[in-house]
């Protein structure tokens, strides 16, 4: 089986030793995307805000790897607060417009102290 690693400088940079996305055949596996811009910055403001910066860097990973955000068949969304849960689906939601197939859960703390991370399964 044929698995390429993904990299884009039009994203955050992992802030680990693993690759921002594995390309397969069948399949691209994004790795989850924190609320920074491509130089890595975390990005200030509203979930709504922060939603859109962490879709905004797997855009740019899927178009990286020769895919797009329609092409996503399954997201994680992860947060440290389910109380955000109403203001993300409403950003999420101008992203994703034909709605994949998705889990949303709360963990205890995400890298970098953000309160949301998503990531995501696409077709190639």
Request: with cysteine.
């Amino acid at each position: 089986m044929s698995a390429t690693p993904v990299f884009t400088k039009n994203a955050a940079a992992p802030a680990g030793p693993y690759s921002q996305a594995i390309k397969t055949p069948n399949a691209i596996y994004c790795s989850g995307q924190i609320p920074c811009d491509a130089e890595g910055n975390l990005v200030e403001g509203t979930i709504q805000q922060k939603t859109a910066a962490c879709i905004s860097n797997l855009k740019a990973v899927l178009e990286e790897a020769g895919s797009s955000i329609e092409k996503v068949v399954k997201v994680n969304v992860f947060l440290t607060d389910m109380a955000n849960f109403a203001n993300m689906n409403e950003e999420y939601a101008k992203w994703f417009v034909h709605k994949p197939a998705r889990s949303c859960v709360a963990v205890k703390q995400l890298p970098k102290a953000v309160d949301v991370e998503i990531e995501c399964i696409a077709l190639p």
